[in-house]
């Protein structure tokens, strides 16, 4: 939780530390609106593009996150262990 | 087509301005949005010692100052980042004694710190997205030098 005494761009932000995923759909936003900028032909698509390229990465982000699960969790745990 | 270099060195002066500079004022203005989005998202998760060109976080500076690789990558940002590694020279590294705490470093070295300094999760997403940041900056300048002037692909442009 966000403390009244925190000072924004002088002291690092509270609760980060506990919850620091909900950075990662900003970190690509961010660079999906800069690569996007610059690559989309017709700039009136250019949200679509960006919220589409946002999704597609954090989608793939899920699928190779659930893949490792998938491996440590259930595929490792069955084999010999000599 | 000749590289443009007066746009490369526009576009690595301030985000958007090389585009701005051959016409792509559309393109321009979501590049700076874009840039603003990871820099201010950086300054705000990590603090001011997001930018920081020299000291990098869990290292001693008493033992003698280290350079910090990551501002290799945020100086991408041009002159923005230099402005902001001088305020965290000043403001962060400079800071008064009575602002410093000791703290024990890694290798177990005491050493003291700006009591605001950011750790953890906080120092490193607060670096990455300045340094990500900057390095898209790069990039989107870099495209900026060889975009025709009367490219008419960009619809409202």
């Known amino acids: 939780m966000i403390g009244f005494g925190w000072i924004p761009l002088l002291e690092p932000l509270p609760g980060v530390q506990a919850s620091w995923l909900w950075l990662l759909p900003i970190l690509i936003f961010g660079i999906s609106m800069m690569y996007k900028a610059v690559r989309v032909g017709d700039l009136r698509r250019y949200w679509r593009e960006v919220v589409g390229m946002t999704v597609q990465v954090l989608l793939a982000f899920l699928g190779l996150a659930a893949a490792v699960f998938i491996v440590v969790q259930g595929i490792v745990p069955l084999l010999p262990a000599g | ?157």
């Open chain 2, 1 to 157: 087509m000749p590289f443009r270099w007066t746009a490369l060195v526009l576009g690595l002066l301030l985000p958007g301005l090389g585009h701005f500079s051959v016409g792509e004022r559309g393109r321009g203005g979501r590049i700076l949005s874009g840039f603003l989005v990871l820099w201010i998202t950086g300054l705000l998760v990590g603090g001011l010692g997001s930018v920081r060109s020299w000291d990098p976080a869990y290292t001693n500076p008493a033992q003698g100052g280290k350079r910090n690789l990551w501002f290799i990558a945020q100086a991408g940002a041009g002159p923005i980042a230099f402005g902001f590694a001088a305020l965290d020279a000043a403001v962060i590294r400079g800071s008064a004694p009575e602002d410093r705490i000791e703290i024990t470093l890694h290798d177990q070295s005491t050493g003291s710190a700006y009591r605001h300094t950011a750790i953890g999760h906080n120092a490193d997403f607060g670096t990455l997205f300045c340094a990500l940041a900057g390095l898209m900056n790069f990039a989107v300048a870099l495209d900026a030098g060889r975009r025709p002037v009367a490219d008419r692909r960009g619809g409202d442009r």
